[in-house]
């Protein structure tokens, strides 16, 4: 019904910079949020930032400062563009979409690790 794919995770040493994409296809009429989810090992899932269909825009403070997120609405797409990167980033990375009615979507997950 609704596919997600996400790419742009990497290796990268602390200090770099990435950018996540998620590309949303299928049904996808109404959305009211995209954004990103993270979850290290050993660790509980993490929300690290939202994109309302408003363009409202909310962050962890873990990453206030160093992560932005947009979105392309003609590609129906949305960005994590992470900066600064510091190893306690390191996780996989989860894209997601909630519709105003009938459900949420995840991606697959993309690996970011931030390592010397």
């Known amino acids: 019904q609704v596919r997600l794919v996400e790419s742009g995770g990497g290796l990268v040493q602390p200090g770099g910079s990435l950018r996540l994409s998620c590309a949303a296809s299928?049904?996808?009429?109404?959305?009211?949020?995209m954004g990103w989810y993270r979850q290290a090992p050993g660790k509980q899932r993490e929300l690290v930032a939202t994109?309302?269909?408003?363009?409202?825009?909310n962050y962890a403070d873990s990453v206030k400062g160093r992560f932005t997120i947009s979105g392309d609405n003609a590609k129906k797409t949305v960005y994590l563009q992470m900066n600064s990167l510091k190893p306690e980033d390191t996780a996989v990375y989860f894209c997601?979409?909630?519709?105003?009615?009938?459900?949420?979507?995840w991606g697959q997950g993309t690996q970011v690790t931030v390592s010397t």
């Open positions: 299928g049904n996808i009429f109404s959305i009211a949020v």
């Open positions: 997601y979409l909630v519709k105003v009615v009938g459900g949420t979507y």
């Open positions: 994109l309302s269909s408003g363009g409202t825009t």
